[in-house]
């Protein structure tokens, strides 16, 4: 689930003016990783996957350099090859907006209408651990009929995602950026790495579910977590590695960059390390 406050819209609307369109930089020096294979719905808008297919293509040639904080991730170091490998294992299918969930027990992570530029819209759902979760309480397995096939999900890990056009619109759009520029990208990957996190984990961490936030912008809201190396610091790593390596960005789309990890730091508020390992009972 990612929540983003109204204020921190509000700011970017006055800080960010109209920019152009550019594409992400050629690296040089590291081996480009292979195309993560993914396996798109019906439901999935055509506009929408030719931008994520383009925001995967970035993974296999990111040029980042800064390889700290790799134990958030629980990832070797930030090569082209491991970003290929970690993003590779937890997402293997997108569905649309349209896509019948009703199979799916517990919240859906929906923006509230409040905290929403365009009112209640989705940005991305992990379909793959509420789908497991549901099997896990009824004892059966789950079988999702996905992109013309029966996907059994055995594990959160199946990466069955769900996308809407609040990944693609105001919710979660650099204003002064178009919808393909790098800067956008880097939100949209680190939204990625955000619900692939939540594919992971077992036990009383399994799928890293959100915790309800005490104080601040989101209090009353499931948009905290208490793990240090959950979804939320997941997505500030990403978005600060992405940040350091770009060449191409200008202040603005720094600017924007810098809220959204302002954004997710605010929302860490544990210290304990959750196991990762992914959870394969069923």
Same mark, same amino acid.
Request: net charge positive; aromatic share 8%.
């Given at each position: 689930m990612r929540l983003v406050s109204s204020p921190i819209l509000v700011c970017l609307s006055l800080v960010l003016a109209i920019g152009c369109t550019r594409q992400h930089k050629s690296r040089s020096g590291e081996a480009k990783a292979a195309k993560i294979e993914v396996a798109y719905d019906d439901s999935v808008p055509s506009k929408q996957r030719r931008l994520l297919e383009n925001d995967l293509k970035i993974l296999s040639d990111a040029g980042i350099t800064d390889h700290s904080d790799t134990s958030i991730l629980d990832i070797p170091d930030f090569t082209n090859q491991s970003l290929h490998d970690w993003f590779g294992e937890g997402i293997h299918f997108i569905v649309g907006e349209s896509f019948s969930e009703s199979a799916m027990i517990g919240p859906k992570s929906r923006y509230p209408a409040e905290l929403a530029a365009d009112g209640a819209v989705t940005v991305m759902l992990n379909l793959g651990g509420g789908f497991y979760k549901s099997g896990k309480k009824k004892g059966a397995l789950a079988q999702v009929p996905i992109a013309g096939q029966w996907v059994s999900v055995t594990s959160p890990m199946v990466g069955i995602l769900k996308i809407g056009a609040g990944l693609f619109g105001k919710v979660l759009k650099a204003p002064h950026a178009g919808s393909d520029d790098p800067v956008n990208s880097y939100a949209r990957l680190a939204v990625l790495g955000h619900e692939k996190r939540h594919s992971q984990g077992r036990g009383k961490n399994l799928c890293f579910s959100h915790e309800v936030c005490t104080s601040g912008t989101y209090a009353g809201e499931p948009a905290c977590e208490k793990y240090y190396n959950g979804p939320y610091? =997941?997505?500030? =790593?990403?978005?600060?590695?992405?940040?350091?390596?770009?060449?191409?960005?200008?202040?603005?789309?720094?600017?924007?960059?810098?809220l959204l990890i302002a954004d997710s730091y605010s929302r860490s508020v544990g210290y304990e390390m959750g196991d990762p390992t992914p959870e394969t009972t069923l």
């Open positions: 610091r =997941v997505e500030r =790593v990403i978005l600060e590695k992405f940040r350091g390596a770009c060449e191409i960005c200008n202040k603005k789309d720094n600017a924007y960059l810098d």
